[in-house]
């Protein structure tokens, strides 16, 4: 992943707090850092399927100390981008699910995520939007937004646990299971 423009932990961009931005003055460097987001995105899909999961990607995986991350659920080619994102309530309920992540891609950690998530985000423009994810969504969304915040989701395994080696992974390319 490194050489497809993915920062590695243990990199110390990965572990800071990203800057907001000052939007809608900002609008010009938000849409570029969301276009270098889905660059690196897109070159990344070519080279592994994330058909199952889906996919995302903050800013500080590309080096850039900046509040944006690009979201992809299964199935969709355009990515919800999130800026100055701030999880605003969450479930109690939550399930233990393995995550990947591009800046330590030889292993995936098991983690408890909330079913349900609400996160207030910006636009290009400043404008203030409350979006609802629940699910695989929830999953995805808090990844990059704690990405953001310079948590990693193998810092969320329960205590004793470690991450498991990507060769004793047996779900690469599955969904995640929720009941419907």
């Known amino acids: 992943m490194a050489d497809l423009g993915i920062v590695q932990d243990p990199a110390v961009i990965l572990r ?100 349900s998530v609400r996160v207030e985000h910006a636009d290009f423009e400043g404008a203030m939007h409350v979006t609802d994810f629940k699910d695989g969504q929830a999953r995805l969304v808090l990844h990059e937004v704690d990405h953001l915040y310079g948590v990693l989701c193998k810092d969320h395994l329960p205590e004793g646990q470690e991450p498991t080696p990507v060769e004793e992974y047996r779900g690469t390319g599955a969904a995640w299971k929720y009941a419907e």
């Open 16 to 115: 800071q707090v990203a800057r907001r931005f000052d939007l809608p003055r900002e609008a010009d460097r938000a849409r570029q850092v969301a276009a270098d987001l889905e660059a690196t995105a897109a070159r990344i899909a070519r080279v592994h399927d994330f058909t199952g999961k889906g996919r995302g990607l903050a800013a500080s995986q590309i080096g850039v100390d900046a509040a944006a991350a690009v979201v992809y659920p299964p199935g969709t080619a355009a990515p919800l981008v999130l800026l100055n994102p701030v999880v605003v309530s969450s479930s109690a309920e939550t399930d233990l699910q393995f995550e990947g992540c591009l800046s330590f891609f030889d292993t995936r950690s098991r983690i408890p995520r909330p079913l």
